[in-house]
T-cell receptor, first 115, second 111 residues
Framework: DSGVTQTPKHLITATGQRVTLRCSPR?????VYWYQQSLDQGLQFLIQ???????AKGNILERFSAQQFPDLHSELNLSSLELGDSALYFC??????????????FGPGTRLLVL | DAKTTQPPSMDCAEGRAANLPCNHS???????VYWYRQIHSQGPQYIIH?????ETNEMASLIITEDRKSSTLILPHATLRDTAVYYC????????????WGAGTKLIIKP
């Protein structure tokens, strides 16, 4: 158990809909990262938040947005969903804001299926 | 693009040492090498990382060549539960130090 929690575990929705994925980091961690993993692909970095502020952006679509709240949990919002958005979405956390200098701890993921 | 090259798959007998190679010939002097693994579709799990010295922890050992252009992850006594995809990652300045994930090595431990 990494200490990172994600809800829900599974999500099934229709094209055009909007969903919200939630992540709670490990106690004491200030950074939250979001990743997308499509079938049999490597993880794609989407976005990083550090202590409530956006720190870095990766290949995140304009239809996707995220935020980190004062209690440090984070939400990833996916809107106007398309079939190709079906994937595993992972959240990770680390102590500070230096992505490549700190160990990231991953949650169990949310499996999204868009029909 | 990932800055590392790994074989797509490897087999290892249960109880033997599993040696997973990684090539990172363009690594710069202050970039770390990280290893994670992903069992089935679970969240990736951190294994070990290093800069230039060899490292060991309760899970594995990491051997980095003197020129730092390649490294080897060693699982000393592989078990069936070590079957997973193993990722070697070099976070680089060009990616704002984010983790850029390649395809990894699918390690299959055979009884």
């Amino acid at each position: 158990d990494s200490g990172v929690t994600q809800t829900p575990k599974h999500l099934i929705t229709a094209t055009g809909q909007r969903v919200t994925l939630r992540c709670s980091p490990r106690s004491g961690d200030l950074s939250v990262y979001w990743y997308q993993q499509s079938l049999d692909q490597g993880l794609q970095f989407l976005i990083q938040y550090y202590n409530g502020e956006e720190r870095a952006k990766g290949n995140i679509l304009e239809r996707f947005s995220a935020q980190q709240f004062p209690d440090l949990h984070s939400e990833l919002n996916l809107s106007s969903l398309e079939l190709g958005d079906s994937a595993l979405y992972f959240c990770a956390s680390s102590v500070g804001g230096r992505a490549g200098r700190e160990t990231q701890y991953f949650g169990p993921g949310t499996r999204l299926l868009v029909l | 693009d990932a800055k590392t090259t790994q074989p797509p798959s490897m087999d290892c007998a249960e109880g033997r040492a599993a040696n997973l190679p990684c090539n990172h010939s363009t690594i710069s002097g202050n970039e770390y090498v990280y290893w994670y693994r992903q069992i089935h579709s679970q969240g990736p799990q951190y294994i070990i990382h290093g800069l230039k010295n060899n490292e060991t922890n309760e899970m594995a050992s990491l051997i980095i060549t003197e020129d730092r252009k390649s490294s080897t992850l060693i699982l000393p006594h592989a078990t069936l539960r070590d079957t997973a995809v193993y990722y070697c990652i070099v976070p680089g300045e060009d990616s704002n130090y984010q983790l850029i994930w390649g395809a990894g090595t699918k390690l299959i431990i055979k009884p």
